[in-house]
């Protein structure tokens, strides 16, 4: 079985990957999580997939594609952190972590999910913002 980091660049790559062929671009900046936002807008409806764009069996492949950027993106805009495995709430890829800088630790999977299930109020880019912040601040304290 390959190793968490190994799936996680997996996923990054199809990401940026699927960005470039629809003229997206996947810079690990604000801007890309904003268009990730509106991605989500355009090919879920409800919570479901469905989007002529994107063929129901590579939903999962979407989805490792969502968490695994957002989770790079926050650990490359704090400067550090590292992915980590978490059965705490569950097991299984879904579950996977970031820790990041004085101890704060996020599931990007999860949260990606919530923001497909709940829509633009659980702004991916707000999200990002929030805890990029809050990483600046408890590192500055």
Known sequence: M?????II???VN????????IGLNA???LQSIADMDSLIDEIFVDGKLDSPMVASEHENMILLGFGSYLGEMII??????????????????????????AGLRI????KVLKRINNGPEDSL?????TIIR???EKASE
């Open 2 to 6: 390959e190793d968490l980091q190994d």
């Open 9 to 11: 660049q997996t996923g």
């Open 14 to 21: 199809s990401h940026i990957s699927i960005c470039s062929q």
């Open 27 to 29: 810079d690990f900046s």
């Open 76 to 101: 490359r805009s704090t400067g550090s952190g590292a992915w980590a495995e978490d059965d705490t709430f569950g097991e299984g890829l879904a579950f996977s972590c970031v820790d990041l800088p």
């Open 107 to 110: 599931w990007p999977f999860q």
């Open 125 to 129: 880019r707000s999200y990002a913002i």
């Open 134 to 136: 809050s990483s600046e």
